[in-house]
Nanobody
């Protein structure tokens, strides 16, 4: 599966931004999808992930109640709605896909396919 992320932007703190990830191929609905981010000098971290059916989601504590992950298997797309953005959300964001069991979907190394990064900058 090939992935492409969209939605880079510069927003003020408290603002919102929506990222999209478009996938190629007919097997999108067999992948667990994740959004990662990487700030300068930091490791790439999982922000949110959703299993193939949408029945299971995960959010890192720092984005709970602010970010929402969603997917549309019919359109081969995934989104990350980011509200109440904070300067510490500034990072390059990546979408990624894996067929691992859910217990092994929390680290960057668990994902086999990656979109190009998209920059999100939140000004204070």
């Amino acid at each position: 599966v090939q992935l492409q992320a969209y939605g880079r932007g510069l927003v003020q703190a408290g603002g919102f931004l929506r990222l999209s990830c478009a996938a190629s191929g007919r097997t999108f609905n067999t992948y667990t999808m994740g959004w990662f981010r990487q700030a300068p000098g930091k490791e790439r971290e999982l922000v949110a992930r959703m299993n193939w059916s949408g029945s299971s989601t995960y959010y890192v504590d720092s984005v709970k109640d602010r970010f929402t992950i969603s997917r549309d298997n019919a359109k081969n797309t995934m989104r990350l709605q980011m509200n109440s953005l904070k300067p510490e959300d500034t990072a390059v964001y990546y979408c990624a896909a894996t067929r691992n069991a859910l217990s092994a979907t929390y680290n960057a190394a668990d994902y086999n396919y990656w979109g190009q990064g998209t920059q999100v900058t939140v000004s204070s």
